[in-house]
């Protein structure tokens, strides 16, 4: 990562079709929880499909410190964990890197655990806000003491004596949602999360899954969540669906580039996170979900993308937000090749992402020739159609993946080449980034 090693500039430039299948990593947000609750289960977790992105990497490492064991065999992830409020003290600093998921569940799940611990992450992690989380993990009698502005490093000192929480969770965010879910597992009684718009639920279907007592009710007051605390957490055998945030982009880059048709095989589409695709579909994206069938709980099917000349913009609704929230960076430069606006509001969560998304987004689309407005919690793309979106610019990155991926997607379509100034946060969420794209005929080098 450039927080702690070099800077890699990369460039993408007008590629030939696109064509063949990208089978894109296993999903980010699955890889870190089943590591957490195998950490947290009886006996051994077995994991196969793993991300092996730098940021389920720190977990792992993380996971270890707290005392379970983590290793690799072959190709199955082996998690031997310590119990619900058996994590022990670690004997030093907890460093997330760029993670912002890691850092938060790792934090909700320690908090109820009367031991302490100092996280800190790089210098993206440590601007990003904690006290979405520490303010919750208070209420159960944890304590938080960071820099100012409630920012990492941080340190917090679990409940001795932990109480269960009945918390409604005031920015949508499943990461807050999932830091009080797996606190509330080590407090006697019934925890209770109440989100009033639907964020990815990937924990609460692997804590049903580890045999918690765990139930969602629908109701006009939002999602309301009930965990029952203290269960014996059974060990289980996962696999981890492919990640369809890792899939926009060779989708997205399919769309534009000319004569393309690509296949991404084995895409989890909870409805959760596929907002994406649907709003691709409405824009007029030729996009199909190819062999739809259900796996594991959840809905997955091979996504084949076809480039499509004819984008149109359109409003996305802001109630769509969380299902595609990773996805508005990348979604941002379709949005470029389409016909007239491209309007995305709801988004104020972009703000505090690894980055600023809709400023580093913003700023770079300008400069690449595109007109782009924001303001607070919205922005709106100005379409110039394929074949006119000029290029030629180096984008700043800011330790932000979902931005680097993005320009060096746009850069495959634009009249003159794209150079983004550093290239290595890709591996934090997809390190085969480079070579799948490369083997789909996608001009990008580095330097
Ligand atoms: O819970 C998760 O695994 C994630 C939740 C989202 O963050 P927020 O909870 O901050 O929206 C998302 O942006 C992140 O990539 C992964
Ligand atoms: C926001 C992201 O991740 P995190 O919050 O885990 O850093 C992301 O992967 O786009």
């Not at 060096?408 to 290239?423: E, K, N």
Request: proline letters at 6%; charged letters at 20%; a negative charge.
């Amino acid at each position: 990562m450039s927080a702690h090693g070099a800077a890699i500039p990369m460039t993408s430039r007008a590629s030939r079709p696109l064509t063949g299948e990208a089978h894109v990593p296993g999903d980010k947000s699955i890889s870190h929880r089943s590591l957490i609750l195998g950490a947290l289960s009886v006996g051994e977790t077995r994991v196969t499909g793993l991300l092996e992105g730098q940021d389920v990497l720190d977990t792992a490492k993380a996971m270890r410190a707290f005392g379970a064991q983590v290793e690799k065999t072959g190709d199955t992830w082996h998690v031997h964990g310590v119990g619900v409020g058996g994590f022990a003290e670690p004997g030093s600093v907890i460093d997330c890197g760029n993670s912002g998921t890691g850092v938060r569940l790792i934090m909700g799940a320690m908090a109820t655990s009367p031991i302490t611990a100092t996280f800190t992450g790089d210098a993206s992690l440590n601007k990003r806000p904690m006290a979405r989380v520490t303010d919750p993990l208070a209420l159960f009698g944890a304590r938080a003491y960071g820099r100012s502005g409630g920012r990492l490093p941080m340190t917090i000192i679990g409940a001795a004596d932990p109480r269960p929480v009945r918390y409604t969770v005031p920015v949508p965010s499943a990461q807050v949602k999932s830091a009080v879910l797996l606190a509330g597992l080590n407090a006697p009684g019934e925890t209770v999360v109440i989100e009033r718009e639907a964020t990815r639920d990937h924990s609460e279907r692997m804590l049903a899954g580890f045999g918690a007592t765990i139930s969602t009710e629908v109701t006009d007051e939002g999602r309301i969540i009930t965990l029952q605390g203290r269960p014996e957490l059974k060990p289980q055998t996962i696999i981890v669906p492919r990640d369809p945030s890792s899939a926009a982009f060779p989708v997205c880059a399919a769309l534009i580039v000319e004569g393309s048709d690509v296949l991404v095989p084995n895409i989890g589409l909870n409805p959760t996170r596929a907002g994406l695709f649907f709003t691709l579909q409405e824009m007029g994206a030729d996009l199909t979900f190819e062999n739809m069938r259900e796996e594991g709980g959840e809905p997955v099917a091979d996504l084949r993308a076809r480039f499509s000349p004819d984008l149109k913009g359109i409003e996305v609704p802001a109630e769509r937000a969380a299902s595609m929230i990773d996805e508005y960076p990348v979604l941002s430069v379709v949005a470029a090749f389409a016909e007239g606006r491209t309007h995305m509001p709801g988004v104020k969560e972009l703000r505090v992402k690894e980055s600023d998304r809709i400023e580093a987004m913003a700023t770079g689309l300008r400069a690449a020739g595109v007109t782009v407005e924001d303001g607070e919690d919205w922005w709106t793309v100005h379409g110039l159609g394929h074949g006119n979106v000029p290029g030629g610019v180096t984008a700043a990155t800011h330790i932000d993946h979902r931005i680097a991926m993005s320009f060096l997607v746009l850069g495959l379509a634009t009249q003159a080449p794209m150079t983004v100034d550093d290239g290595s946060p890709i591996a934090t969420s997809f390190p085969i980034f480079e070579g799948l794209m490369g083997a789909l005929g996608a001009q990008i080098t580095r330097g």
